[in-house]
């Protein structure tokens, strides 16, 4: 990006403040939004096709508090800039110790090593619970950064589904991504319910 790039809000993100991370409010919900819809409108990083809307997005916010997992938002100059949570990887028991993360950025917010802290704070306040592993599944090979980031930060590649998401006129692959959390698989987890 370009140091006289305006970022949200018209301040100039070469001068813009330190991120704070923090956990999202209610109040976040229309940044959130915005900056999920571009994402879903111009890219792959979700699979989703229509935007949800606010009132959508606060159904998900309660669903991942309601597991006790993280949803977090990197606010810079009292606008948010990114954002990021967990979710339980697959709803049946026997995964109650894996979850997967999800990290967006703002497009103005983009290349300046947002999404590592955002991904830095999320796996710093999960290996603080009782999950023991936590997957990233990375649409189009990681062709955004993704890939590159969850590796730098302890993730190894498990696999890839073949072309199991069409999108923007293409065939997507998803890259499963694994890194364990605290002690990972080394003892049994606790017994929780």
């Known amino acids: 990006m370009s140091p006289s790039r305006s970022a949200p809000g018209g301040s100039s993100s070469a001068n813009a403040g330190a991120p704070l991370i923090r956990d999202a409010t209610d109040h976040d919900l229309p940044a959130i939004q915005a900056i999920y819809a571009h994402h ?64 967006y950025v703002g497009d103005a917010w983009r290349g300046r090593g947002l999404g590592r802290l955002l991904l830095q704070a999320l796996i710093g306040r999960c290996e603080a619970g009782p999950w023991r592993q936590m ?11 993704s890939l590159s980031l969850h590796t730098q930060l302890g993730f190894e590649l498990t696999g890839t589904l073949k072309a199991v998401g069409f999108k923007h006129g293409r065939w997507l692959d998803t890259t499963l991504m694994q890194r364990k959390l605290g002690v ?10």
């Open 184 to 193: 990972g698989d080394s003892t049994q987890p606790e017994d929780r319910d």
């Open 40 to 103: 879903v409108l111009t890219g792959v990083a979700s699979f989703e096709e229509t935007p949800p809307s606010v009132d959508d997005l606060r159904t998900r916010l309660a669903a991942v508090r309601s597991h006790g997992l993280p949803y977090m938002v990197a606010e810079i100059d009292g606008e948010v800039a990114g954002y990021c949570y967990a979710t339980p990887y697959r709803p049946r028991a026997a995964y109650r110790n894996t979850i997967e993360d999800s990290i």
């Open 135 to 145: 997957v990233a599944v990375i649409a189009d090979g990681g062709s955004g950064g």
